[in-house]
């Protein structure tokens, strides 16, 4: 690559002809890709934080003088997902068709498409965004996860991430014992 | 201005003789001489350079995924903070490294106990306690760890090690997942 400015006719005049040397310039591009191709992550990982939920759960003894805060409770096991809220009957379970089949996850399985209606009729629905409101006027956001035994960890996440798709951002995944809600009829 | 049928060399018709010298040594062929055109490769590496710096991640730095270790796959997710890491694959529960236990054994397991883990969590909660400075932003140690845990893992397991995790003052558990699109 070179820029002539020379009219070609001056003899014995000194060129003014500048080249650009490309060498060290190809030498860089290619230390770089060869760097950028050796600390290239080609799978994504990201992370989804849980924190303990209910009753005490940070350490601290529940309140006397005011009624425990509601909570919605989601019991996932191996062919129905549970939903249920303190104080109330539980919902009707919802079937899962495929149940836990290695490596599924929600867009495979239409019962996480019925959960993830539930859950935002809970925050969109006025019969119980009254039982969702803190203190501070704010509606929460927490939520209790539990996983019944024979569930595998995909079918775990995959509620947990219908749960903050629906707006309950703030998850807690707990032991199916320690869940707000009760989840069967009595 | 007429138009001419380009000729066999660059330059055939230009009036600069300094061109036409430099690429067709005065209208004779080099047969030892080849040039090669570095325009299009020079484009190439360059595209190349800011692909792979686009898509460029940190997140490797943070935490490698164990050889035949399988993530779940979200859609909702934020972005990995360091923290130290508990992994839990098909045959092994390893912390920052150091093995805690048999994921098989612990599943059938009736007790809710992992004592290596245990012990082990709660020597790192204290080392990590002792060394946190509080601030404005984060007042109290935030007790976060990461775990990475292969998708098929049995919930029976899943449950014990977050009730470990819970009771030796692990608060903030991430779980690591690779990120799907919607």
């Known amino acids: 690559m070179s820029v002539d400015t020379s009219s070609g006719g001056g003899g014995g005049k000194k060129s003014v002809d500048a080249h650009i040397n490309l060498v060290p310039f190809i030498d860089l591009m290619s230390v770089l890709i060869a760097f950028l191709l050796i600390t290239a992550v080609w799978t994504n990982i990201a992370q989804m934080n849980v924190t303990p939920k209910g009753q005490g759960a940070m350490g601290e003894p529940p309140p006397i003088d005011k009624p425990p805060p509601k909570f919605v409770s989601v019991l996932i096991g191996p062919n129905e997902i549970r939903v249920g809220m303190t104080d109330r009957s539980p919902f009707p379970p919802i079937k899962r068709t495929l149940g836990s089949v290695e490596g599924e996850y929600e867009s495979a399985d239409p019962a996480f498409g019925e959960l993830l209606t539930l859950l935002e009729g809970f925050r969109t629905k006025p019969e119980f965004q009254g039982d969702f409101i803190a203190d501070n006027g704010v509606m929460r956001e927490d939520i209790e996860i539990a996983a019944d035994k024979g569930v595998q960890y995909q079918g775990v996440i995959s509620t947990m991430d219908i749960a903050v798709r629906a707006g309950w951002k703030d998850v807690g995944f707990i032991p199916p014992a320690s869940l707000s809600a009760r989840m069967t009829e009595q | ?182």
């Open chain 2, 1 to 182: 201005m007429p138009v001419h049928k380009p000729g066999p060399h660059l330059g055939h018709k230009s009036p600069f003789k300094y061109l036409a010298n430099k690429h067709t040594h005065g209208g004779k062929k080099d047969p030892n001489s080849a040039q090669l055109n570095l325009t299009p490769m020079v484009d190439m590496l360059t595209m190349l350079v800011v692909f792979l710096l686009s898509t460029f991640s940190a997140s490797g730095e943070i935490m490698m995924v164990q050889r035949g270790l399988k993530l779940p796959s979200a859609v909702a997710k934020t972005e990995l903070e360091r923290a130290p890491l508990l992994i839990i694959s098909i045959d092994t529960i390893t912390l920052n490294g150091e093995e805690m236990g048999d994921p098989r054994t612990i599943k059938d397991d009736p007790t809710d106990k992992i004592p290596a883990l245990t012990e082990k969590l709660t020597a790192l909660q204290a080392e990590e306690e002792a060394v946190f400075e509080p601030s404005d932003t984060v007042p109290v140690w935030p007790g976060r760890i990461i775990l990475q845990a292969d998708r098929t893992t049995p919930s029976e397991v899943l449950n014990k090690v977050t009730t470990i995790l819970y009771l030796t003052k692990w608060r903030n558990i991430s779980f690591a997942v690779e990120e799907r699109a919607k």
